[in-house]
């Protein structure tokens, strides 16, 4: 979230941005511009460009990006990123560039930190439906299980197990998988299936559901971890829950990130 005092200097380096982007960049043709950037002694750089969800003249697209001075373009592009990014609180060291991203409804631009692909039409088609899933079996789930509330949550990876703890009294305990996590200083979804740090016992639940999918035209499946925003890394483990055919999600915060549990029938 966006800090108050900083909202007035973001809308002006928007504005920026659109007058660069349009003049340089053919921004009237695209959707998506991943800009990855690198550090130097002398602050951050442009290393490459990816341009995604063409919509437009995908020949002036390359004409524009292949032009003589267009390496010179790199250098606001570069700092706008940087600008971006510190107003955002993120490492950019850490994050490797940022997305510029065009509403073709209003002809606005936004930005998000990090290389964000665009997502997978499957995927994006579902979002809604996933999305209400997700509230409706949560509710369902408690209605069943005649559960109100819980002073802590804990979670054992080894017996893929989720329990709700009331005053040290187990009030109630569900068997689950480890979806993926989200980490907020990076920004990036994980799968369970491939975080090292887990007992090869939950890796190994968490990748066999994923495995199972049918679907493999969504590239996020398999993809180990990706920046992303936290509302899309819920969505996408919700996403992977429903087609599962698992009872709901369930998500665990802390300060440094969340963790998505896919409940067993």
């Not at 959707?31 to 995908?58: N, Y």
């Not at 606005?108 to 964000?116: D, E, S, T």
């Not at 920004?187 to 887990?198: C, E, H, K, V």
Request: hydrophobic share 45%.
């Amino acid at each position: 979230m966006l800090a108050a005092e900083h909202r007035e200097e973001y809308s002006d380096l928007l504005s920026e941005l659109r007058m660069l982007l349009v003049e340089h960049f053919a921004a009237t043709e695209w959707g998506r511009l991943l800009v990855h950037t690198k550090g130097t002694s002398s602050g951050f750089v442009v290393s490459s460009i990816d341009v995604e969800e063409i919509i437009g003249d995908e020949a002036l697209v390359e004409r524009v990006f292949q032009a003589s001075g267009f390496a010179e373009t790199l250098v606001p592009l570069g700092k706008l990123v940087e600008a971006f990014s510190a107003l955002c609180d993120v490492d950019l060291d850490v994050m490797e560039g940022g997305t510029f991203v065009r509403n073709d409804r209003n002809d606005a631009f936004a930005f998000l930190p990090g290389l964000v692909r665009a997502p997978s039409p499957s995927f994006d088609r579902a979002r809604d439906s996933v999305e209400q899933w997700r509230f409706e079996a949560l509710s369902a789930l408690r209605e069943k299980c005649n559960f109100t509330g819980y002073e802590t949550m804990r979670v054992d990876l080894e017996q893929g197990r989720v329990e709700f703890w009331n005053k040290n009294e187990l009030a109630l305990g569900l068997p689950a998988v480890l979806v993926g996590t989200f980490s907020r200083a990076p920004r990036t979804f994980a799968w369970g299936g491939q975080n090292p740090s887990l007992p090869e016992v939950a890796r190994s639940h968490s990748a066999k559901l994923v495995d199972e999918l049918l679907d493999r035209t969504v590239w996020e499946l398999s993809t180990p971890y990706f920046a992303t925003d936290r509302d899309t890394a819920r969505a996408l483990a919700a996403y992977v829950a429903k087609l599962a055919g698992c009872v709901a999600l369930l998500e665990l915060s802390r300060e440094d990130g969340d963790a998505y549990f896919a409940v067993q029938p």
